[in-house]
């Protein structure tokens, strides 16, 4: 990431009003380049715009069938890259739906709440830490 | 040269201290003074035609003096050392002298005495030595006073750091201990919590035994971690004592009530005996006070299986200013013995490992109540018999003081008038939002969850509360901020309780700062929870009557509330309407699914439409009675049972949610004119 670049955000989620809320709230945060796509399959149709966060819901196949799930679209993604770090969103608190994600190397797991954003927000911060980070240590490794 | 002139030269010379020697020119001697022959110790007879040299250390050095003086004619401060007594050192001066005809006939010396100079020039270079030793040795001890200041300074730069390293080994001590606190208390709040509401729901046998030893285990984590904060507190020097009036007589009543049932299970005799001459109201710390009592007849009932526990309570002194109050309490249990009983009040410490594992307990519970006592000027004393029992005693002094108690810390019984409370909970963690829910309901109070102290502000400005539960930390705005918010900018006398899992001294003093009213450790004991929230909602002034009708005809006409909107886009009408937008074109499809999949009992559709509603009703500020129904009906739908109960709620949520989508119409349409009129 240079300074400079916007921060580019992949917004997954078929439902369109918190998609919308959660696009709001990112853009009154911070100049990030945002995309949102309602499904699965439109995410992985556009991985070449080269997001730097997917923030995905876990619950894509709700009312169209057969659509791939949110579980499917984060196993896609790792697939193409697995370096995109991915955030899941759910409505769902369960153990169960975070474990899942977890395994699925989803970088963390959010619960759709009024807090979502914030926590969101700290994650993006967290992984952008981590990316330093890790530039850092292979510029080391690189030199040893 | 007459006669008497030679005499009197001759007398002069004589006279002279210094040897004077005539010489001819082979060296031998021909003439001396009176000086010469008492130098060398001889007789001018023995002198006289000697060889001059022979009276030399150095012979030949008085030889070249000779020739030197021939030579040249003269010799200036020639040294030589006599042989003598005592070799004196001399210095030659001489010359030759001539006849008439100035042939050379001999040489005249002189020999000054310098033994004298000698010794003064020795002390002078005895003493310069002796001036050098002493600037050398001052400069040694300039250069080891400075060593010593170097080491003073490093010494005292080490002390320095020793004691920085000690207050931060303290502090770093107090940090842990108030995050492990935290860390440890939050998830026990849950467990515990969540316990105690299982329990009281329909089970099993087997399974409210489960239950209750979870419950069992989780207090006496909680105890056990109570425990060691206490005494890390008064390790770090941070135990203070709460001067604040107090009933002594009740106060100890409702403390051993909770004694009461523990000990006729056991079927002891349980009496208590007060003094009725205890003044009524005193001033102290009644919490520590309960915390030893508690500690003692804890451990009475722990190591007593048949007789009586006695608690009597009885004043010793009284002064106009004071009263001395001895407490005790007695048991019949399996004493201590004497090699023991030294021991007991030390850490970790009981009468034996044996009785830990019969008895359970963490051995701190004596070290803590010694601690207390001694801290509040106290003293502890035990005596006790093995198989007998044991009193253990203690002896406080109190102020006296005609304020009447203000805080009723005596437990209010429920009150079935008292309902129509409100309460906001300002909780960030999902599991204590639900624990909170779960208890208020039960209470039959109102209630609103905030996550954080920001969210809670934003509530407070749109409804009117009766009080804030609020948890200390929190992300974004945390429990200490937001309070010093709602007193000094939004002037509210609001009661406010901290819920607190960190009971650190530090973090009770900040509470108060910022203006709280109380504070609840958790994990939230129910009866404390209740009879503060009454106590303090009792004391504040009853909120206008009006404001809560208002709030009420508002849900009663309007489905939605774009409040919620209003500040998540600040107020930004192209986003407000970007979201209604969203929001109309999406519902009616969902609607439309949902009724398609109860019409078809496609249970799978039914609930994924549901699910997709779920974060709406919120967003556009719909009651959260429909939140929850749809929540419900997802339930229901996912696991396919009470299918019956649906029917009406799906309903119900249609029939709202259609409304909603015209109220939003029209507030799209006022806030596209009104964007249009700008």
Not at chain 1, 38 to 48: A, D, V, W
Not at chain 2, 90 to 104: C, P, T
Not at chain 2, 242 to 249: L, R, W
Not at chain 2, 313 to 321: D, I, K, S, Y
Request: some cysteine; charged content about 25%.
């Amino acid at each position: 990431m240079k300074n400079n670049e916007r921060i580019k955000l992949f917004l997954v989620d078929d439902d369109a009003v918190y998609l919308k809320l959660l696009e709001i709230d990112f853009l009154q945060y911070a100049d990030f380049s945002i995309e949102t796509y309602p499904t699965g399959e439109s995410c992985m149709k556009n991985l070449t715009h080269f997001p730097d966060v997917i923030i995905l819901d876990y619950h894509l196949d709700g009312i169209v069938k057969n659509a791939m799930n949110g579980l499917e679209t984060l196993r896609k993604i790792k697939d193409f890259n697995p370096d995109i770090p991915v955030i899941m969103l759910s409505s769902q608190d369960s153990i169960e739906v975070a474990i899942n994600c977890m395994h699925n190397r989803a970088f963390d797991y959010v619960v759709k709440s009024e807090t979502a954003f914030f926590r969101l927000r700290k994650i993006i911060t967290t992984i952008f830490h981590y990316k330093k980070m890790e530039k850092e240590l292979n510029w080391y490794v690189d030199r040893m | 040269m007459n006669n008497q002139e030679s005499q009197y030269a001759r007398s002069l010379i004589e006279a002279s201290l210094d040897p004077l020697v005539t010489l001819n020119t082979e060296g031998k001697i021909m003439d001396m003074n009176e000086a010469t022959a008492r130098i060398t110790g001889k007789t001018r007879e023995a002198l006289t035609g000697s060889d001059f040299f022979d009276y030399f250390t150095e012979s030949q050095k008085a030889r070249e003096v000779y020739q030197q003086i021939f030579a040249k004619g003269f010799v200036k401060d020639y040294p030589l050392t006599i042989i003598d007594g005592h070799l004196t050192p001399v210095l030659f001066n001489g010359s030759v002298y001539k006849d008439d005809q100035g042939n050379v006939l001999g040489a005249v010396i002189v020999a000054r005495d310098i033994t004298e100079q000698r010794r003064i020039e020795r002390e002078l270079i005895d003493a310069k030595v002796f001036a050098e030793r002493a600037a050398i040795t001052a400069e040694e001890a300039t250069a080891i006073a400075e060593l010593a200041t170097t080491i003073a300074k490093e010494a005292t730069a080490t002390a320095e750091e020793a004691k920085n390293k000690a207050e931060y080994a303290v502090k770093s001590k107090q940090q842990f201990l108030s995050n492990m606190s935290h860390e440890i208390r939050t998830p026990m709040n849950a467990i515990i919590g969540f316990t105690k509401v299982v329990l009281k729901t329909e089970l099993t046998a087997k399974q409210k035994e489960y239950l209750t030893a979870i419950k069992m285990s989780g207090d006496a984590l909680i105890v056990l971690i109570n425990d060691i904060l206490d005494l890390a507190k008064v390790d770090a020097g941070k135990m203070s004592f709460e001067h604040t009036p107090f009933k002594m007589a009740a106060s100890i009543a409702a403390m051993l009530h909770v004694f009461e049932i523990k000990i006729l299970e056991k079927n002891l005799r349980f009496v208590k005996e007060y003094d009725a001459r205890i003044p009524e109201i005193l001033l102290g710390d009644s919490v520590r006070l309960h915390q030893i009592i508690l500690n003692l007849v804890s451990n009475a009932v722990k190591f007593t299986a048949k007789g009586h526990i006695t608690v009597s309570v009885r004043l010793l002194e009284e002064t106009p200013e004071l009263a001395t109050i001895e407490f005790s309490v007695a048991d019949t249990g399996i004493g201590i013995s004497d090699s023991k009983i030294d021991k007991i009040f030390e850490n970790f410490q009981q009468a034996s490992s044996s009785t830990a594992r019969i008895f359970g307990g963490t051995g701190l519970g004596l070290a803590i109540v010694k601690q207390l006592v001694e801290h509040q000027g106290g003293t502890i004393l035990v005596k006790s018999k093995v198989d007998v029992g044991s009193t253990f005693s203690f002896v406080l002094t109190f102020q006296k003081t005609d304020i009447v108690s203000e805080l009723d810390t005596e437990i209010v019984e429920l009150d079935p008038q008292i309902r129509n409370i409100k309460v906001l909970v300002v909780e960030d963690m999902a599991l204590n939002q639900l624990l909170m829910k779960t208890l208020l309901d039960d209470f039959g109070f109102d209630r609103d969850i905030a996550s954080n102290g920001k969210i809670a502000i934003e509530k407070l400005q749109l409804k009117s509360y009766d009080i804030i539960l609020m948890d200390l930390q929190m992300p974004e705005m945390n429990g200490f901020e937001a309070t010093e918010y709602i007193r000094t900018k939004l002037n509210s006398k609001i009661p406010i309780i901290a819920l607190t899992a960190d009971v650190t001294t530090v973090d009770l003093a900040k509470c108060r700062a910022v203006g709280m009213n109380d504070y609840i450790a958790k994990p939230v004991d129910e009866r404390i929870l209740y009879s503060k929230i009454i106590g303090l909602v009792k004391k504040a002034t009853p909120p206008p009557l009006h404001k809560s009708i208002e709030t009420e005809m508002v849900v009663i006409t309007k489905c939605t509330d774009l409040n919620y909107l209003l500040l998540r886009t600040k107020a930004n009408p192209n986003l407000m309407m970007e979201m209604i937008t969203a929001y109309l074109d999406q519902t009616p499809t969902l609607l439309q699914a949902m009724r398609k999949g109860y019409d078809e009992k496609d249970w799978e559709i039914l609930g994924a439409t549901i699910h997709k509603l779920i974060p709406s009703f919120s967003i556009m500020g719909m009651h959260a009675n429909f939140e929850n129904m749809a929540k419900k009906v997802q339930e229901f739908a996912n696991n396919q049972h009470q299918l019956d109960d649906i029917a009406d709620m799906v309903f119900q949520i249609e029939t709202v949610c259609n409304q909603a989508c015209k109220e939003l119409e029209v507030e799209f349409n006022n806030l596209k004119n009104s964007n249009h009129e700008k």
